[in-house]
């Protein structure tokens, strides 16, 4: 019979957990694109962890760790590229969103995956603000450049890194932004600029979820002990 109740007491800490790590509420404002020469923009459907694809403005509640991945090669009418036997020279993709209602977080996966041949570039950037202090939390950028430009090279690129954040929150809001072009080349040519997938994956304060659970536990045993 101990072992029943101890057996329940961790079944009830874990139940509790992973309702603390839920409830954030994902709010998708923006994700379309621009092309040059001037195009009808495209909308670039997401997913939110396993809702979707959507299209923005969308807002979903997660029931575990905010996952917010775009599906940039699949825009609509046109997906994000510059080049490859398109008429488009140059492109922009913005995105933005917020996080908010749930425990703070530290940071995030960030999964960037695009295309590149001879004259075709991508340029990024990603500032995360605390919607509560207006602090940025995190201010990155990048390029990737094909074989025409010095030091570059053709095929995919991209990168899945951890990007922590200057401090948790629990309010965040994400604006990204990316531009393809192919530099002046012959379009339609050969030249290509593409921006296949954009994803974010993110992490929750390991402290607070320890606290939180010790705290249960504690409250747990001295009920047990009182009966």
């Not at 957990?17 to 040059?36: I, L």
């Not at 977080?105 to 075709?120: A, I, K, S, Y």
């Not at 207006?134 to 990007?163: K, M, P």
Request: overall charge neutral; proline content about 7%; aromatic content about 10%.
């Amino acid at each position: 019979m101990k072992g029943l109740k101890l057996f329940g007491i961790a079944l009830s800490i874990a139940a509790v957990s992973a309702a603390f790590a839920s409830g954030w509420t994902v709010s998708v404002t923006t994700s379309s694109g621009v092309f040059f020469p001037p195009s009808t923009p495209t909308n670039v459907p997401f997913i939110i962890n396993t809702s979707g694809p959507l299209f923005s403005p969308a807002t979903v509640v997660v029931n575990n760790l905010p996952q917010v991945t775009f599906l940039t090669a699949q825009g609509n009418p046109h997906p994000i590229i510059a080049g490859d036997g398109t008429s488009f020279t140059g492109g922009t993709y913005t995105a933005a969103y917020t996080i908010t209602g749930g425990p703070q977080l530290t940071g995030f996966n960030f999964v960037l995956r695009g295309f590149v041949f001879d004259l075709g570039q991508i340029i990024w950037t990603k500032k995360v603000v605390d919607i509560n202090t207006s602090q940025v939390l995190y201010n990155g950028s990048g390029v990737f450049s094909g074989a025409g430009y010095s030091g570059g090279g053709n095929g995919i690129v991209g990168f899945a890194n951890f990007i922590p954040l200057a401090a948790p929150s629990a309010n965040v809001q994400v604006i990204e932004t990316f531009i393809v072009h192919i530099d002046g080349a012959t379009a339609p040519g050969t030249s290509t600029a593409s921006l296949l997938l954009v994803e974010q994956d993110w992490v929750p304060e390991p402290a607070s979820m320890l606290a939180l659970s010790a705290g249960l536990a504690g409250l747990l045993l001295r009920r047990r002990a009182k009966k």
